[in-house]
């Protein structure tokens, strides 16, 4: 069992940057692929970016990449997400989300993951 807590959410206005943080307890934090999605109103639950344990990554869905960049710390059991040039679109409720069996899921599908945060909003204003 693990257990993962978000922070860092808020708002923040076009261009600046913000940082969300997830805390990781319970298990080995090595044993998981992590993952970052968010999720707006109205809107399916979107692939922001994800990593594998030694296996390559961090990997980053299209709508972020070049923007975001996300970290694994083992030393402090964290896995931290850097959005930097937000835009309006950004805006949603940003979850941490760990998956048992890294090397053989799909990261950047959600059914795929068996832990979550409990998410953090992220409001992007002009």
């Known amino acids: 069992q693990v257990q993962l807590v978000e922070s860092g959410g808020g708002l923040v206005q076009v261009g600046k940057s913000l940082r969300l943080s997830c805390a990781v307890t319970?298990?080995?934090?090595?044993?998981?692929?992590m993952g970052w999605f968010r999720q707006a109103p109205g809107k399916d639950r979107e692939f922001v970016a994800a990593?594998?344990?030694?296996?390559?990554?961090?990997f980053y869905g299209d709508v972020v990449k070049g923007r975001f960049s996300a970290s694994r710390d083992i030393t402090k059991n964290t896995w931290s997400l850097q959005m930097d040039s937000p835009e309006l679109e950004d805006t949603a409720v940003y979850y941490c989300?760990?998956?048992?069996?890294?090397?053989?899921?799909?990261?950047?599908?959600?059914?795929?993951?068996?832990?979550w945060g409990q998410g953090t909003q992220v409001t992007v204003s002009s």
């Open positions: 319970g298990r080995t934090f090595s044993s998981y692929a």
């Open positions: 989300a760990a998956a048992e069996n890294q090397f053989t899921i799909v990261v950047t599908d959600p059914t795929s993951y068996n832990y």
């Open positions: 990593t594998r344990w030694n296996n390559g990554g961090p």
